[in-house]
């Protein structure tokens, strides 16, 4: 069970069961939007199969854990990707149409590990983007909702085995969680080649510029723009120079932390302590977010206990 291109839109994501391996290949790339992709659990069942694999995002893998003992499954296989913010695909063709003047002409994206986004185009072209490159500050406000804003579970926890591009540098990166992770992992044999991953560069002043330009956006400001003269040297370091493999995650992980401590505190106050768990707020006290009263839940470990 995964998401394949919408007929009509091929950045629309809609639920589809698979059953033939031949037909996994249509359900490659990023889709962009919201599609009810559980909805298709019981007429799955009721169809006879007792053996189920889902491919994911957090949000949706959280709602499949909290209701898989009510079906009885023989097994079921929950493959996870990372996720870092969603928005209706009505939104995306939007982003697409700032960032290629023949956005109808571009068939495939994806946000690379090497601070790049690539486009792929009808025609066989190819382009990349560096990421600082990208018109991010002509969005709307609500390009990305509060929900998507404020989830700490970017690396999607609750799944057997993530696989993604957050860690990697060039290839796909993957976290085995628990055996039945390992044993889908096992079933490709020498198909696939796995190394350890790279670690490199320094997250810190990322994580501060990032904790910065949310806390201005938050608060109904301009975002700090970079000059446009040096954003194509930036967009040259950034990948020799800035944080690469594990620090790359680690960088993500910390910035959808403070994320969520600053759009809780300006939107939602009320909700903080029961959304921010007591290791988002180790990840983000090195920069200066510490909970406040009233922010924790009572007989919670305070952070670094």
């Known amino acids: 069970l995964c998401m394949t291109a919408d007929p009509d839109d091929r950045w629309r994501p809609q639920p589809v069961l698979v059953t033939r391996p031949q037909d996994m290949a249509a359900c490659r790339g990023m889709r962009m939007g919201y599609a009810p992709l559980l909805q298709l659990l019981e007429p799955a069942i009721a169809a006879g199969h007792t053996r189920i694999a889902v491919v994911g995002i957090p949000c949706q893998v959280y709602a499949l854990r909290a209701l898989q003992a009510e079906w009885g499954l023989e097994q ?27 956005p109808e002409t571009v068939t495939y994206l994806e946000f690379r590990a090497d601070y790049h986004v690539e486009l792929r185009y009808a025609d066989g072209r190819t382009r990349a983007i560096p990421f600082l490159q990208l018109p991010l500050s002509q969005l709307r406000p609500d390009f990305f909702p509060l929900t998507c804003r404020t989830c700490v579970d970017y690396t999607n926890v609750l799944a057997d085995i993530t696989v993604g591009y957050m860690g990697g540098e060039g290839r796909q990166w993957l976290i085995v969680r628990n055996a039945r992770g390992q044993q889908m992992l096992d079933l490709l044999g020498d198909e696939i080649e796995l190394e350890a991953p790279g670690d490199a560069g320094k997250r810190s002043a990322a994580v501060k510029g990032f904790i910065g330009n949310v806390e201005r956006a938050a608060g109904g400001l301009p975002l700090r723009r970079m000059p446009d003269w040096l954003r194509p040297i930036m967009g040259w370091l950034m990948p020799r120079v800035g944080p690469r493999g594990l620090e790359f995650a680690r960088t993500r992980v910390e910035m959808k932390a403070a994320e969520t401590v600053i759009h809780l505190r300006r939107e939602a106050p009320e909700r903080i302590k029961s959304m921010v768990p007591a290791h988002v707020w180790r990840l983000v006290e090195p920069y200066g977010l510490s909970p406040q009263s009233g922010e924790t839940r009572e007989g919670a470990s305070p952070p670094g206990r």
Request: net charge negative; glycine share 4%.
């Open 76 to 102: 079921l296989y929950v493959i996870g990707t990372p996720c870092s913010d969603n928005t209706p695909t009505e939104n995306f063709h939007e982003f697409l149409a700032l960032i290629d003047p023949a």
